[in-house]
């Protein structure tokens, strides 16, 4: 997949594409009904399929802080969209003056002029453009007048609720594991590069890779059954996710000890896909407690594997 970094990196050769925009966070099943209904489009009509996506997302300029955590970050975006057959990945900066743009702007310069549009997907709901004042309904105008196809995604629904990632987060948020997974399509996941830490985990008898997760705010906090995907393979494990206050830690960050695991991870990326929720982030009073602890979670998330749980890997 061509990963096209901001409006300035778009050539002559780009134009002519079959198109969707969105923010495609979590590439959940309804995303990829989506995407896959683009992929076939464009296949038909011999023409490459094309994602729009914006960094920062949209909300997390407009809200900052009080943005929702994200369920992914742009890499794992990639890899999820490259594995669903898409042929170019554009990623507009998301900045006040783009978000300014009027939507006839929009339209012209970037749909038209720029990319050569010839076939357009997006949900009937989806706005741009200066106060978000541009609606699929001028898009379906711009389309008679300039002779480009466009068309409306439908909801992907599991049961009678739709799929959103909005729905995605507070699962997540009442930890309600399956729930998401099951309309993530996979168990929701979380990956980054394993760093040194302070080898306190090895000191009290239990490894970790350490992986700084980079992220504004998480969906999930706590100790976690999980399963990991490294360059040695999967293995089960636990993983502690958050500050990790009883050793005053400042910055949010994954801690996982693998079962069975002997090698190097540091430098490696790892992917940690959580399980089953074991209990809460806490401080204890002491190390030997918290050894204790942790000796207690790693016999839990045994049992639950040994029960039954889910131990199947799901590479992004």
Known sequence: MELIRGLHNIQPRHRGCVLTIGNFDGV??????????VVAIARQMQLPSCVMLFEPQP????????APARLSRFREKYVALAGLGIDRLLCVHFTPDFAAKAPEQFIQQLLLKQLGVEQLIVGDDF?????????FELLALAAEQHQF????????????????????RQALADDNLTLAAEMLGRPFALTGRVRHGRKLGRDLGFPTANVFLYRRKLPVA???????????????????????????GQRQQ???????????LYGSQIEVLLQHKLRSEQRFASLAELQQQIA???????????????SHPCHY
């Open 254 to 264: 994954l801690e996982a000890h693998l079962f069975d695991f002997k090698g190097d």
């Open 127 to 135: 706005r741009f453009g200066k106060n978000r004042s541009g609606s």
């Open 149 to 168: 196809g466009l068309c409306s995604t439908s909801s992907l629904l599991l049961g009678q609720q739709r799929i959103s990632s909005t729905l995605i």
């Open 296 to 310: 207690a979670d790693v016999t839990a998330a045994k049992t639950f594997f040994q029960q039954g749980g889910s």
């Open 28 to 37: 959940h099943l309804g995303h990829q009904a989506v995407l896959a209904r």
């Open 222 to 248: 706590g100790v976690y059954a999980i399963t990991a995907n490294t360059v040695f393979g999967s293995f089960m494990g636990v993983a502690n996710i958050g500050n990790r206050p009883t050793v005053q």
């Open 59 to 66: 909300l997390e300029l407009f809200a900052g802080n009080s």
